[in-house]
């Protein structure tokens, strides 16, 4: 799923779920693939390099992964045979 983020809380949701997120300046695609690793209201860093929000655009890109069921549900049942309990009254050899 692909987000043009222009908004604070937008930058902040791609914060929160590790999105990976795509530059561009003047059109031209500048950076491609990293996490945002902090913001402000003026800036963005991306890769350890800083950009300025007004001359860049941003494209966030999160990743949805399709529902898998849980490795448990996939495992095959075992049965277990029931031992019977030893009676308590049977007789011990001592």
């Given at each position: 799923?692909?987000?043009l983020l222009s908004e604070p809380a937008h930058?902040?949701?791609?914060?929160?779920?590790?999105?990976?997120v795509s530059v561009y300046k003047d059109s031209r695609l500048i950076l491609s693939g990293h996490?945002?690793?902090?913001?402000n209201r003026d800036?963005?860093?991306i890769a350890?390099?800083?950009f300025f929000m007004e001359q860049c655009k941003f494209e966030g890109c999160r990743t949805v992964l399709p529902h898998r069921p849980a490795v448990e549900s996939l495992?095959?049942?075992?049965?277990?045979?029931?031992?019977?309990?030893p009676s308590?009254?049977?007789a011990s050899d001592s």
């Open positions: 799923m692909l987000r930058f902040q949701q791609a914060v929160d779920e590790g999105w990976t996490p945002i690793e902090m913001f800036t963005v860093k350890g390099t800083y495992a095959p049942r075992v049965r277990r045979r029931k031992q019977p309990l308590l009254h049977q």
